[in-house]
């Protein structure tokens, strides 16, 4: 019986993991949740080259169960539980950036644990420590989530609070009535996003209107903005519509008065008068 399961999951494994495969290549989604685009996104190449692998790895374990002798099945094993650690590793990095994971993911890792077990219950004992240790530190890394910075309209400040220029910057809101909600600099969402957009200096203010974007980044800059007072919109006939301009996100980096951003150590900071904070 055990080498018939030997056999029979593995092949059920390929058949999953190859029909999955054609329906990808037909444009067909097997599983349209978050975490599985999730999943293809993270990758840095195209995820089907993932079940590619996947299903050498099943053929893999299909040739070696039917293959009899120690040394087929010690290969047989090692397989199993280098397929196993490997998923686990994909699902807990997707468990981590995204609560929702993978279902067709979900269903291989079932597969290769269930394999696993029937080849050695012994080794599928001593791998769940092995499993337990990699979903404890992918929980413990502090890798950005899957989530928005930016929710509904209003003033968004990315600022630290051992940031001079950053104290400065909300004593001055603060004193003026300026609504504003705090990003920790330290949060790893806010320092890719800087990030992708080459900005090196905090604080950072984000003005969020509908669908557009005022990056300011600096504390003077920032003083500057919101000490000028808005223009009053005119008002429009309903006979001549306003022109409205494709909405695109503006971006101000011309301030460069802030501290250095560090995800690591955002302490060191110049003052104006030049001494390190």
């Known amino acids: 019986m055990k080498q018939k399961l030997k056999i029979f999951l593995p092949l059920l494994l390929l058949l999953y993991i190859g029909i999955e495969t054609y329906l990808k290549t037909q444009g067909i989604e097997a599983c349209s949740t978050t975490g599985c685009k999730l999943a293809g996104q993270l990758l840095k190449f195209d995820s089907i080259y993932l079940n590619y692998l996947g299903m050498l790895g099943a053929a893999t374990l299909l040739i070696l169960g039917v293959l009899r002798g120690e040394l087929f099945n010690k290969l047989y094993i090692i397989t199993a539980s280098a397929m196993v650690i490997f998923e686990s590793l994909l699902i807990a990095s997707q468990i981590n950036i995204n609560p929702e994971p993978c279902i067709f993911c979900l269903g291989v890792y079932t597969f290769?644990?269930?394999i696993l077990f029937v080849a050695s219950p012994k080794v599928f004992g001593f791998s769940i420590p092995a499993i337990a240790a990699v979903f404890i530190a992918?929980?413990?890394?502090?890798?950005?989530?899957n989530k928005s910075l930016i929710n509904g309209d209003g003033l968004y400040l990315i600022a630290s609070k051992t940031c001079p220029h950053c104290k400065k910057t909300k004593a001055f809101l603060n004193k003026n009535g300026i609504k504003y909600k705090v990003i920790k600099a330290n949060d790893p969402n806010a320092w890719y996003f800087a990030k992708s957009l080459n900005i090196s200096k905090i604080p950072i203010a984000i003005e969020a209107k509908g669908e557009k974007y005022n990056i300011i980044v600096g504390d003077k800059a920032i003083i500057?903005?919101?000490s000028k007072k808005e223009p009053k919109e005119k008002t429009q006939t309903p006979s001549a519509p306003a022109y409205e301009e494709p909405l695109k996100p503006k971006i101000n980096l011309s301030g460069d008065e802030g501290c250095s951003y560090s995800i690591i150590n955002d302490s060191s900071c110049e003052s104006e008068d030049g001494t390190t904070k």
């Open 112 to 114: 290769l644990l269930l």
């Open 138 to 145: 992918f929980s413990f890394l502090s890798i950005p989530k």
């Open 224 to 226: 500057e903005k919101f």
